[in-house]
C-alpha cells in the first residue's frame, strides 16, 4: 500500500487502488464512488481527484484515481470510522516521516532540488514521447496499407516483447476488436473469400493462403474501422515509447 500513497513535493498523494485495499472494497466500487463525489463537487473544487493510467499484469492500461489528501478525506467519508481512523494515522506517520527527511544543509538541498530536475525532465520525455506515438499513429495511409499496417503491428509487439507470442495476441486483440465493431464474423468471410477464389480457378496456394488482412483488406469499411483500431492500439501500447 505504501507506494500507493506518498508524500510528494510535500503534498499527500493517493491512489484510488489504496483506498479499495484499505477500505476491503473493488477498485470498480471506489471508482464509482470517486465519480459521484466529482459530479456532487462544484466544478473548481473537482481538481482533488485526477483520472490517471497504470498498467496491469498483462501491460493493459487500466484507469484509475490520484487524489490529493483532501480528496482522500473526502472519499473516506463515505467509508467506515476505524478504517478511516487507521487512514488518517498513516497520514500524519508518513508527514512525519517526510519531515525528518527534509534537507538540513545547503548541499542536501542543492541535491534534492537537482533529483526533482532531472524527475522533472524524465516526465517531459514521457510525454514529448507520447505525443510522438499519437502523431505517428496518425500519419494518414497513401501508399501500402497493408505494409503500413504490419510496421504498426510490430511496433505494438516490440513493444510487449516482440516474440512470435507478443505478435500472435496483436492480431488476435485487433480482429476480436474489428468483429465486434464492425459485427462481422471473419472466419466466414475467409471461407467465402477462398470459395470464391476456387470458383476463379485461383491456385491452391492462393486459397490455401487467403486469411482475414485479405478480407479486411477488400472491404472498404472493415479496412477503414481496422485501420482506426490499429492507431489506437499503437497508442495504447506505444504510449511514451
Known amino acids: 500500500m505504501n507506494e500507493l500513497i506518498r ?18 472494497k473493488r477498485h470498480d466500487a471506489v471508482m464509482r464512488d470517486i465519480r459521484d463525489e ?5 466544478e473548481e473544487d ?19 484515481y490520484e487524489m490529493t489528501e483532501e480528496g482522500l478525506m473526502q472519499l473516506a467519508a463515505r467509508y467506515d470510522a476505524v478504517s478511516r481512523r487507521k487512514l488518517i494515522v498513516k497520514i500524519k506517520e508518513l508527514k512525519a516521516q517526510n519531515q525528518q ?6 548541499a542536501e538541498f542543492i541535491f534534492m532540488m537537482a533529483q526533482q530536475a532531472l524527475e522533472q525532465e524524465r516526465k517531459l520525455t514521457e510525454i514529448q514521447g ?11 495511409i497513401e501508399d501500402d496499407w497493408r505494409l503500413e499496417i504490419k510496421r504498426m503491428i510490430n511496433r505494438i ?12 495476441k496483436i492480431r488476435h486483440e485487433s480482429y476480436e476488436t474489428l468483429e ?30 487467403a486469411n482475414k488482412l485479405d478480407v479486411i483488406e477488400q472491404d472498404p469499411k472493415l479496412k477503414e474501422i481496422y485501420t482506426g483500431i490499429i492507431r489506437q492500439m499503437v497508442i495504447k501500447y506505444c504510449e511514451g515509447v
Not at 510528494?8 to 484510488?16: C, L
Not at 473537482?46 to 484509475?64: G, L, S, T, W
Not at 516483447?161 to 500472435?168: A, I, K, M, R
Open 157 to 168: 509487439a516490440l513493444k510487449l516483447g516482440g516474440g512470435q507470442n507478443e505478435h500472435l
Open 101 to 106: 527527511k527534509q534537507p538540513q544543509s545547503q
Open 130 to 140: 507520447t505525443v510522438q506515438v499519437i502523431k505517428d499513429a496518425m500519419v494518414p
Open 180 to 209: 465486434k465493431k464492425a459485427h462481422a464474423n471473419l472466419e466466414i468471410r475467409v471461407e467465402n473469400l477462398q470459395n470464391r477464389l476456387m470458383r476463379n480457378g485461383a491456385s491452391k496456394t492462393a486459397i490455401r493462403t
Open 38 to 42: 466529482q459530479e456532487k463537487l462544484p
Open 46 to 64: 473537482r481538481h482533488i481527484f485526477v483520472e490517471i493510467y497504470y498498467e496491469d499484469a498483462y501491460n493493459r492500461k487500466q484507469p484509475a
Open 7 to 24: 508524500i510528494e513535493n510535500g503534498e499527500v498523494k493517493a491512489d484510488s487502488r489504496m483506498v479499495a485495499e484499505h477500505f476491503g
